[in-house]
């Protein structure tokens, strides 16, 4: 059984290696548009790492926010039936850490609002997402915008219940789905668990510290700095495949020296972001207990299996869940994006949580059905080169994440 789920879990890690490495999840952007009679205003709200992109067509000289209002200016139409109507205000406006919102104003002067047309991103990045949700009145309508949908008819639509369970379950599936670096660590975790038990002790202690988290965030009673659950998002995907060659070392000094490893790469990343500005004094001694962190759990994870099968299993839970509490901030950056903080927040909290725990077991239950049937076919150096791969990817994450201006 183990063999099968290796070999399952080689096929999905080559399709996330085949995948963009800088992305969290999708390439995607939200947006709110309230429309009247004559006039309709747009509030776009975008992850800053998505707004980096636009430098590889721009000279690099203006900062972020007006490098995306530029964007929103070039590639945003609204018409009438008859005409354009103008932009009269284009504005950066206040935004939740690690990203950045522009308000956007059109008047269409005697004439009504009929079409929104939005391609901000499309040529830089094909495959992004555009989340877009209409008021008018207490009417609300939603639609995904993309490089080949890009024009939305804003005068024939049903009334839909934009925060609905379903529509929130769909989303948390969605959502799951193209999040690369959270199925880059559930394929990391499944590496170290090694079997089906120990595999669904590692997945229930992840589904509780994101959900927790999740649930806190959403809720206002937490708050997380979006660029650091980034980046230690990104760090817990290097440290599960640290934790692999670890497993099958049989030296002190090995294992030793690949625990410090992590706390130094931790602690270097830190001191270097603390050094060029990026980091606030509080946010570089994070940096420094999630290395003494790793240099722990790593080295007690190693004992533990050898000497304590038991124990090695409650510790697994345990780091799990912690692991799942970064991971669940991640989440909540999404779900609090797509404006639901105005509403019942139960039923969407739910359905999205829904969604994601679809998600994942969805992957889990691929990943056992096509182990068996890739039984024995696997080369005896696949599993390491994937874990390499993870670990490099991890590390890629943590510190590009951490450094980006």
């Avoid at 990203?99 to 956007?104: D, T």
Wanted: glycine share 10%; aromatic share 10%.
């Amino acid at each position: 059984m183990i063999r099968c789920l290796r070999a399952t879990l080689l096929t999905i890690g080559l399709l996330c290696h085949a995948a963009t490495a800088g992305a969290h999840s999708r390439s995607e952007s939200y947006s709110h548009w309230y429309v009247d009679d004559h006039s309709i205003t747009g509030s776009i709200t975008i992850p800053l790492r998505e707004v980096m992109l636009l430098y590889q067509v721009t000279d690099g000289s203006m900062p972020p926010g007006d490098v995306f209002s530029q964007e929103l200016s070039t590639k945003t139409r609204v018409r009438t039936s008859s005409t354009e109507c103008p932009a009269t205000s284009v504005n950066q406006v206040n935004a939740a850490s690690g990203f950045v919102r522009v308000e956007m104003h059109f008047d269409c002067g005697d004439g009504q609002p009929e079409s929104l047309s939005y391609r901000a991103l499309f040529d830089v990045a094909p495959a992004h997402v555009h989340y877009a949700k209409l008021h008018r009145g207490e009417s609300r309508f939603e639609t995904l915008i993309t490089d080949t949908s890009d024009t939305w008819n804003i005068v024939d639509l049903d009334a839909v219940d934009s925060y609905s369970f379903l529509s929130f379950l769909a989303i948390g599936i969605e959502h799951i789905g193209g999040g690369i670096d959270h199925i880059a660590f559930l394929i990391g975790m499944l590496i170290i668990a090694g079997s089906l038990g120990r595999s669904v002790i590692a997945v229930t202690g992840f589904t509780l510290g994101h959900s927790v988290s999740l649930g806190a965030a959403v809720l206002g009673y937490l708050h997380a700095d979006g660029t650091l659950v980034e980046a230690f998002i990104g760090f817990t995907v290097a440290l599960v495949a640290v934790e692999y060659f670890m497993l099958r070392r049989d030296s002190r000094p090995a294992e030793t020296a690949l625990a410090i490893s992590a706390l130094a790469v931790a602690w270097v990343t830190g001191l270097l972001a603390f050094g060029f500005g990026l980091l606030s004094a509080r946010s570089a001694l994070v940096y420094a207990g999630f290395g003494l962190f790793a240099y722990c759990y790593l080295l007690a994870a190693v004992k533990l299996e050898r000497r304590d099968t038991a124990h090695a299993s409650t510790l697994l839970f345990i780091a799990t869940t912690c692991f799942g509490l970064v991971h669940g901030f991640g989440f909540a950056g999404f779900l609090m994006e797509t404006g639901i903080l105005g509403t019942s927040l139960f039923i969407p909290l739910l359905g999205f949580n829904l969604g994601v725990e679809i998600g994942q077991l969805a992957l889990v239950v691929v990943a056992l059905a096509a182990a068996a049937l890739m039984r024995g076919n696997v080369p005896r150096a696949a599993m390491p080169a994937l874990a390499a791969g993870l670990c490099g990817i991890g590390v890629y994450w943590f510190v590009g994440r951490t450094l980006v201006v």
